[in-house]
């Protein structure tokens, strides 16, 4: 089962836009990491946030937990066509002893020139 | 440059016919993963290892599948008998994960399996 759920589903913007994704998780985590899918690849590692962190940026991304609803969101500003991916939130859950990686279901964005 | 390495890309087969894919994990990593990619289900953990020892495998179908990390270069997951329903992509990843969960994991490039 997921422990994350993304939100939209799928999003559609200009290059230069914004394009901002959620992610909401069920149990305690001790940090959420986000990765990123190229069509027919595997997924790649693109930042992790503790728990104890609000806030993280990696140049365009920037990373926000809130752990009091159990959520983070995943903002990449000045899109790129290049952005064009699907992007997953993970958690290790406290239910399974933070052993297990747990993956989210996925936004798909596509950004277009 | 490090990679995770997986074979086959692509595998189609017969229903009933026994696959085996197989990951080279990247060297010094004490994690791997295997992970099963569908549109309804979205990624699915099957099973994973820690130094090579295995883990939890509760992801996976016990009937007919199977893991097992034979060295801690190759990981292999195998089917026997394989269905119409196991069709997905097969990725593997590994990692040098901490206690209490902490780490990246990386991914290799999936194995796609169609069967027939």
């Known amino acids: 089962s997921q422990q994350g759920e993304e939100d939209p589903q799928a999003l559609s913007i200009q290059e230069g836009e914004n394009a901002t994704m959620n992610c909401s998780y069920k149990?305690?985590?001790?940090?959420l990491q986000w990765y990123r899918q190229n069509s027919g690849r595997g997924l790649v590692h693109l930042i992790l946030?503790?728990?104890?962190?609000r806030e993280k940026h990696s140049g365009r991304l920037r990373v926000t937990l809130d752990t009091s609803k159990k959520s983070s969101s995943l903002l990449i500003t000045a899109s790129r066509a290049a952005d064009t991916a699907s992007y997953f939130c993970?958690?290790?859950?406290?239910?399974?002893?933070?052993?297990?990686?747990?993956f989210g279901t996925g936004t798909r964005l596509l950004v277009s020139p | 440059d490090a990679r995770v390495t997986q074979t086959p890309r692509d595998k189609v087969t017969e229903m009933g016919q026994e696959v085996t894919m197989r990951c080279q994990p990247i060297?010094?990593?004490?994690?791997v993963f295997w992970y099963r990619q569908t549109m309804m289900q979205g990624l699915e953990l099957l099973a994973y290892?820690?130094?090579?020892?295995?883990?939890?495998d509760s992801g996976m179908p016990k009937d007919r599948f199977s893991a097992e990390m034979p060295d801690a270069t190759l990981a292999t997951l195998k089917i026997q008998p394989s269905e119409p329903r196991d069709s997905a992509v097969y990725f593997c990843?590994?990692?040098?994960?901490?206690?209490?969960?902490?780490?990246?994991?990386?991914f290799g490039e999936g194995s796609r399996l169609t069967v027939l």
């Open positions: 990843a590994s990692g040098f994960l901490l206690a209490g969960g902490t780490g990246e994991l990386f």
């Open positions: 149990t305690s985590i001790n940090n």
């Open positions: 946030i503790r728990s104890n962190e």
């Open positions: 993970a958690t290790y859950s406290m239910n399974t002893g933070f052993q297990k990686l747990v």
């Open positions: 060297l010094g990593h004490n994690t």
């Open positions: 290892f820690r130094n090579r020892a295995p883990l939890d």
